[in-house]
């Protein structure tokens, strides 16, 4: 099992900080509202996502790396994590909070999809993608500051959903000049788009803008949705989370405001609006609420929460009962009984307890 001292944990520490500053500026903001608790756990989490990420995406042979990742996962969940910064901090993060490996796997199933240049017939394919590059790392943070429900989880996974269906409508033209699409193929039909030729000579047009505010809304619907689970995080979590997810929700907003061409161009939020909504998450943060009549969780996210419940499961079993074979399990329940019988009786043996 690994033993950090509090000097390694430090550095380490600093060097994910780094990573993050140098990727995800909306992350990094919002990381700002969290408690220290909570926050270098999710440094290191991102820092650890960021490099399999980049890993994956530098070329070569994908499966190679995807394996070596995996690896690296089998070390840091047995406590001897590989001689790098991100896997001694994840390491630490997997045995205080004991992160399910079953979101981990997913996150590098998703990278793979990626990869793979898949596309995606409908918006409910969609949602599985979402689910494991995004949805993964909403519950791995709703985990870590706590709630381990299953409809909780589920409502971070549709945050985290709602998120990369944001940057999908954002990154439209950039990808598509990648050679990558990710609108539903089933959207672009109904809008009279040939995927395989716009792909070919991307241009912002209406039908283009109709998918895209399309699948705006259906970002919104997830936000909407999210809500809920925000409020049911601890009091000193929510800002943070609600920051994140109208930080991310303002960049649809700032794309209708531009006419919804994410072609020609990306877009951005600025740096005083974020600080804007940065400062109303602090302030509407404990006025949002929960429901009683909550809509069940996305399918594409059910493999998610029934993982995390039975990773829970087995830890439980495992560590109140051992997994012993039927006759075993009958012997041991005899000898017990009879230990108790002897002991009622004042006749256990030295050196022996129940």
Not at 132 to 140: E, I, K, P, Q, S
Not at 238 to 250: D, H, K, Q
Not at 277 to 292: E, H, P, S
Not at 334 to 340: H, K, P, Q, S, V
């Amino acid at each position: 099992m690994q033993t950090a001292s509090p000097d390694l944990e430090a550095r380490d520490l600093k060097a994910c900080i780094a990573m993050m500053q140098g990727g995800s500026k909306t992350f990094f903001a919002a990381s700002r509202l969290l408690p220290v608790r909570v926050r270098c756990a999710s440094i290191a989490l991102y820092a650890f996502c960021r490099v399999a990420d980049d890993l994956v995406d530098e070329g070569g042979d994908v499966e190679a790396n995807l394996s070596i990742l995996r690896q690296r996962l089998d070390l840091i969940y047995a406590g001897t994590p590989a001689d790098l910064v991100e896997d001694h901090a994840l390491s630490l993060v997997v045995q205080q909070c004991q992160l399910p490996r079953v979101l981990l796997d997913a996150l590098l199933e998703g990278f793979a999809w990626d990869n793979g240049g898949r596309r995606y017939a409908t918006i409910e394919d969609l949602h599985g993608y979402g689910a494991r590059v995004a949805g993964t790392v909403g519950a791995m943070m709703c985990w870590i500051m706590g709630p381990r429900l299953g409809l909780t989880l589920a409502r971070a996974c549709e945050l985290g959903v709602a998120m990369q269906l944001t940057n999908i409508a954002r990154d439209v033209g950039e990808d598509a000049r990648n050679g990558r699409l990710y609108l539903p193929l089933q959207w672009l039909q109904e809008a009279g788009i040939d995927a395989t030729q716009w792909l070919a000579n991307p241009e912002s047009t209406p039908a283009i803008k109709r998918v895209t505010a399309r699948l705006l809304d259906e970002a919104d619907r997830l936000y909407a949705r999210a809500q809920c689970g925000i409020a049911e995080l601890p009091p000193d979590c929510r800002a943070a989370i609600l920051a994140a997810s109208t930080i991310y929700g303002e960049i649809g907003h700032q794309l209708r405001r531009e006419g919804l061409d994410s072609v020609s161009h990306r877009t951005v939020v600025s740096t005083t609006r974020k600080m804007v909504l940065l400062a109303g998450a602090w302030t509407q943060a404990n006025w949002i609420t929960t429901k009683a009549d909550q809509p069940p969780p996305l399918d594409a996210i059910a493999f998610l929460v029934d993982g995390c419940a039975a990773e829970m499961e087995e830890r439980t079993r495992v560590k109140f009962f051992p997994n012993r074979a039927m006759p075993q399990r009958v012997e041991w329940v005899f000898g017990l009984l009879e230990r108790l019988e002897n002991a009622k009786r004042g006749r256990l043996p030295e050196g022996h307890t129940v």
